[in-house]
Nanobody, 116 residues
Framework: QVQLVESGGGLVQPGGSLRLSCAASGFTFSSSHMYWYRQAPEKERELVAHITSTGITTYYADSVKGRFIISRDNAKNTVYLQMNSLKSEDTAVYYC?????????WGQGTQVTVSS
């Protein structure tokens, strides 16, 4: 069955860094676009970053541009989100999503809390 398992979340101080991972199985990862979304309390889920199947093209929300880096390792069926210079407003549950054509798969999310 399809699984997307996020890991790497936790509590970090402002200005710190975290690296999220999302391990995929059960679908053709190497042909799928991958995304990171986040949802803060009482806010709508928002797109944070997107990477195409080859990894050549990436997209970032303005709020994280220059601080976050999305990458993937198709040999390991894993997508990453390197988060640097974290701010309190980055606090949210982070979800990874895979999409191939019109089929989407979601992970269960990992909590990131930025606080001193």
């Amino acid at each position: 069955q399809v699984q997307l398992v996020e890991s790497g979340g936790g509590l970090v101080q402002p200005g710190g860094s975290l690296r999220l991972s999302c391990a995929a199985s059960g679908f053709t990862f190497s042909s799928s676009h991958m995304y990171w979304y986040r949802q803060a309390p009482e806010k709508e889920r928002e797109l944070v970053a997107h990477i195409t199947s080859t990894g050549i093209t990436t997209y970032y929300a303005d709020s994280v541009k220059g601080r976050f880096i999305i990458s993937r390792d198709n040999a390991k069926n894993t997508v990453y989100l390197q988060m640097n210079s974290l701010k309190s407003e980055d606090t949210a549950v982070y979800y990874c999503k895979g999409r191939r054509f019109d089929v989407e798969y979601w992970g269960q999310g990992t909590q990131v809390t930025v606080s001193s």
